[in-house]
């Protein structure tokens, strides 16, 4: 009776241990892994503010986007137009100088139903800023950039920037998306060429196409 008993135990455990083995343990986060992968790129302008002055500003950024929610990538825009130094920054006397400023760095995106004909995303371009000084006169044409003197400029400096944003997306094609949005600029450690941190820290409206898988 005893030798029965044991092997009935015995029996019941063994059928336990293999159906505990059978099963995935349970838990608080689930992560189902890379279940869709493609990628994209954006051609965007900006419009904003430097020094209390109109800036025009595109830029291009894209990566790889994971699962239809997430994009890990690079970015970087820089301005175009006029932006005038004023009288007591000017480091050269007599010149029409402008102001250059430029960013980049590492750019994420979530997109938020990304399959929707309208949606929404939130980004972030966490990197770096730079601004110079140049005599505009010497640029008024793309083909003038070929003796453009860069011995009389000023070096540029660089500073930590962190730009986040949001988006309301069309789905225009299968492979293009529209995207305007609006974004908040911030600078910090900004020093040299008469710009402090809230000169280059502003609000920036923009418009976005999109290329790729998505």
């Known amino acids: 009776m005893k030798t029965k008993l044991s092997k009935l135990i015995l029996g019941c455990g063994l ?41 025009n500003m595109p830029g291009i950024y894209g990566g790889w986007f994971i699962n239809r929610k997430f994009m890990l990538g ?14 007591q920054a000017i480091n050269f006397p007599e010149a029409k100088m402008t102001y ?22 939130v980004n972030l371009l966490t990197g770096s800023g730079f601004t110079m000084q140049y005599d505009r006169r010497d640029v008024e044409h793309w083909d003038d950039w070929d003796h453009f003197d860069w011995d009389d400029q000023e070096d540029p400096k660089f500073f930590f920037l962190m730009e986040p944003g949001a ?15 609006v ?30 898988a998505f």
Request: positive net charge; aromatic residues 16%; glycine residues 10%.
């Open 15 to 55: 059928l336990m241990a293999f159906t505990s083995y059978g099963q995935e343990n349970q838990t608080l986060f689930v992560n189902k892994g890379i279940q869709h992968s493609g990628g994209y790129a954006a051609i965007s302008n900006k419009f904003t503010t430097i020094n209390g002055e109109f800036a």
């Open 74 to 87: 690079i970015g970087a825009a820089a301005t175009t137009n006029y932006i005038p130094v004023p009288d």
């Open 100 to 121: 250059q400023y430029g960013q980049f760095g590492l750019m994420t995106e979530y997109v938020i139903a990304s399959t929707k004909k309208v949606h929404f995303t």
């Open 167 to 181: 988006q309301v997306e069309f789905n225009l094609f299968k492979w293009m998306r529209f995207s305007p949005g």
């Open 183 to 212: 974004s908040y600029r911030r600078a910090f450690g900004a020093k040299g060429n008469g710009l402090s941190d809230a000169d280059l820290s502003n609000i920036s409206y923009n418009v976005t196409l999109k290329f790729g």
